[in-house]
């Protein structure tokens, strides 16, 4: 969302202001995280994704505190796809998974239970 007002000059050098509004531009989104579960048990993350094309994403885990527990890029086909990636063994808590296109950036939260 954006956010617009005008400022007016008169001749005197005083200014005048419109009224602020808000903009929001119509975002289509491509890319939709339908299922998650991280595993320390197994070390695995499985993820299945809807992608509108067929793209390259970068799948990222970080902690709850921000730091970076795994990275890989994938590539994604139009329609749902199934990915499973080895990760390092991950305590009990919460952690955020996203993916970064060249179009959005998706985040979804998770609890690792394992």
Known sequence: ???????????????????IIS????VEQTLQI????LSS???AATLIVNSAK????LLSVTDAGGRAVFNSMVTLQKGNNSITKGIP???AGIYHVKLFTTDEVVVKTVFCRD
């Open 1 to 19: 969302m954006n956010y617009y007002r005008l400022a007016m000059v008169n001749t005197d050098e005083k200014k005048e202001y419109s009224r």
């Open 23 to 26: 903009i929001t531009a119509p």
């Open 34 to 37: 339908n299922h998650i579960r």
């Open 41 to 43: 048990g197994s070390n």
């Open 54 to 57: 067929t793209q390259t994403a």
């Open 89 to 91: 063994a991950l305590s």
